[in-house]
C-alpha cells in the first residue's frame, strides 16, 4: 500500500484478515480519515484483491481512531488532487462497491463522503456515540459519491430528504431507529462485531453468497415480468454447483460444509 511521510502514522489504509475475512482500516487518524488520491487508490487495491481471491468471502471496512471517515480530504483537493480512482469513484468504493458482502464499522462520525463510503456497504455496525451526515449543502455542494442514489433506496423518501436537504447530522441511535443501522454496539466493540458478523456471513457458501448480493442489489432495476427468469440465471448455476451438494450432504451428515467454490 501507498506509504506517507515519515511524520504521518503509517500507510494510508491497513489491511489484515482473519478466518476468510478481510479488514480494511483507513489509516489517516491525524485528518479523521478523510480521503486523499493516494487513500482511494489503496481501497481500490483491498477491493479488487477481496473480489479477486477466493478464499476472502467477505469484508470490513473502519477507521483508525475516533473518526470513521470525514469525507473529502479538503486539503488534497485544493491542491489539486481528485479522491477518487476511474473504476470505482470516489475512496476506491462508492461507484463500484465489491461483489462480495462489507460491512461498515462505524467507529466514530462518518461525515459526507464518509458517510457515502458507509452507504455503499451491505450492511452497518455503528457505535452507540457515532454520527453521520450529508452537510454538503451547507457548503453549497452536493453529495454525489452516492449519498443522495442509495440513502432513499435504504430510509422513507421523506426521512431523506430531510437528512439531504438540511445537512444535520443524525445520530447513531436515530440511524438505528429507521433500520439504516443493522447494530448498535459500545464503540470498544465495534470492530469485534463487525468482525464477528462478517465471519458469520463467511461461514456461508461463497457462491451462493455472491449470488445473493447480485441478486438484491441488482434486482430493483428488474422489469416484474421477467425478474424470476433474470433471478433463475443467477441463482441456477449455484443450484447446479458442488457446493449446493456439499450443503445438502453436510446437512444431511451433520456436518459443517466444507465449501470449494465450484
Not at 459519491?145 to 423518501?157: E, F, S, W
Request: glycine share 8%; with cysteine.
Amino acid at each position: 500500500m501507498t506509504s506517507q511521510p515519515a511524520t504521518d502514522p503509517g500507510p494510508n489504509v491497513l489491511v489484515t484478515e482473519s478466518a476468510g475475512v478481510q479488514i480494511v482500516t483507513i489509516n489517516r487518524p491525524h485528518v479523521r480519515n478523510a480521503i486523499n488520491h493516494a487513500t482511494a487508490v489503496d481501497i481500490a487495491a483491498a477491493m479488487d484483491e477481496l473480489d479477486a481471491r477466493d478464499d476472502l468471502i467477505a469484508g470490513v471496512i473502519t477507521g483508525k481512531g475516533t473518526s470513521f471517515c470525514a469525507g473529502m480530504d479538503l486539503k488534497a483537493f485544493l491542491e489539486g488532487e481528485r479522491p477518487s480512482t476511474p473504476e470505482r469513484g470516489f475512496a476506491g468504493i462508492v461507484a463500484k462497491p465489491p461483489v462480495k458482502p462489507l460491512i461498515a464499522a462505524v467507529n466514530g462520525p462518518a461525515i459526507a463522503g464518509g458517510f457515502e463510503i458507509v452507504l455503499a456497504c451491505d450492511l452497518i455496525v455503528a457505535a452507540d456515540d457515532a454520527v453521520f451526515g450529508l452537510p454538503e449543502v451547507k457548503r453549497g455542494l452536493v453529495a454525489a459519491g452516492g449519498g443522495l442514489l442509495r440513502l432513499p433506496r435504504r430510509i422513507p423518501y421523506h426521512l431523506a430528504m430531510e437528512w439531504a436537504l438540511t445537512g444535520e447530522y443524525v445520530t447513531a441511535q436515530r440511524a438505528y431507529e429507521v433500520a439504516l443501522v443493522n447494530r448498535l454496539v459500545p464503540v470498544d466493540t465495534v470492530l469485534a462485531e463487525a468482525t464477528a458478523l462478517a465471519a458469520s456471513i463467511a461461514a456461508n457458501g461463497p457462491l451462493a453468497l455472491r449470488a445473493t448480493k447480485r441478486i438484491i442489489v441488482e434486482s430493483r432495476n428488474w422489469d416484474s415480468d421477467n425478474e424470476f427468469i433474470m433471478q433463475a440465471e443467477i441463482s441456477e448455476p449455484v443450484r447446479a454447483s458442488d457446493d449446493a451438494k456439499e450443503g445438502a450432504r453436510a446437512f444431511k451428515e451433520k456436518r459443517p460444509p466444507v465449501w470449494q467454490g465450484r
